[in-house]
């Protein structure tokens, strides 16, 4: 095994029944397959700076737009720094231009930008999409999953009955965590110190809605540096069951480069491995037929 280090791939192109690869060494080398597993564009510090994109075009290959995949989304509002650090059990839909296009639930982490955790991760890649189309994106969060319809009517009937002697920083003790609380009493207009029998019903009901319909608009999603995994990329159109380019025979492609993501959990390190064993005995074999 030949390793060659200090260089960078400039090129690669097809003679006759060869592979060349151009570096910045002025060198050419000759191969009977190549294989690109150069990784995205998540994570550049680890050398995934969207190279190997580059080289897929220089191919004639196509390319699906990249977009951050499996990171936090940045939201609209200036309370968030008051509730950072806040976990807790939801519900997610992401809404584009009024239509649902992604839903997930888990452990949602509250940041001083918007929200994160597993998932939000989960359908940022749709989120991240729409907001390239310029569409508007909105995030519906439901605090209060566990409850059916008719369960969550019955929850506040009987805690305004029951409570309504107490303060609202009281009457709201339980129901979340105490940041997250005080915000939608914040943002129902209603002091912490009022009793809850002095609060009028449009303001009731306001709170309420705010436990299991929190909207708040996506106006981006963390940048490549903080991605987990970049969607997009070469079109899988593009290349047959061994992961070799349709265009250029001899040329593989493995991982992150093509157009295949998937959820967390371990599923794209699992097609990193996958693609990866396919694409190199694929190469293997087509060399030792040469």
């Known amino acids: ?18 592979i060349i690869v151009e570096t910045s060494v002025k060198d050419q080398k000759k191969y009977d397959c190549v294989i690109l597993t150069c990784g995205g564009m998540a994570a550049p510090k680890t050398g995934s700076d969207g190279d190997g994109f580059r080289l897929a075009r220089g191919l004639g290959h196509t390319l699906s737009t990249p977009v951050p995949g499996l990171t936090g989304l ?3 509002g200036d309370f968030w720094k008051s509730v950072a ?28 930008y918007g ?43 009987e805690r305004w009955d029951r409570q ?11 129901i979340l965590n105490k940041k997250l609380n005080l915000l939608f009493l914040r943002l129902s207009g209603i002091s912490q110190t009022q009793k809850a029998a002095e609060i ?5 009901r306001k709170l309420e809605k705010l436990y299991h319909n929190f909207e708040v608009h ?11 995994v970049t969607a997009g990329g070469i079109v899988f159109s593009q290349v047959d069951e061994t992961l070799q380019s349709i265009l250029v025979p001899g040329v593989y492609f493995a991982g992150e480069l093509l157009d295949i993501d998937g959820l ?15 694409a190199g005995c694929a190469a293997a074999k087509r060399g030792i037929g040469k």
Do not use: H
């Open 200 to 204: 009028p019903d449009r303001q009731r």
């Open 218 to 228: 996506i106006k981006d999603t963390n940048s490549f540096e903080q991605a987990q």
């Open 74 to 76: 940045k939201c609209e």
């Open 264 to 278: 967390c959990g371990g599923y794209n390190l699992q097609w990193a491995f996958t693609s990866g064993k396919i």
């Open 164 to 174: 309504s002697g107490q303060s609202m920083e009281e009457f709201t003790t339980g």
């Open 85 to 112: 650090g806040v976990r807790a059990e939801a519900c997610i839909q992401i809404e584009s231009n009024g239509e649902k296009i992604a839903f997930s639930s888990g452990e949602l982490q509250i940041t001083d």
């Open 115 to 157: 929200i994160s955790g597993i998932p939000t991760f989960q359908i940022s890649r749709e989120a991240a999409y729409a907001l390239r189309r310029r569409e508007k994106v909105t995030a519906r969060i439901n605090f209060m999953s566990s409850y059916r319809d008719s369960e969550y009517d019955d929850f506040w009937k």
């Open 1 to 18: 095994v030949r390793i060659c280090t200090q260089q960078r791939v400039t090129g690669i192109k097809r003679k006759g029944n060869l």
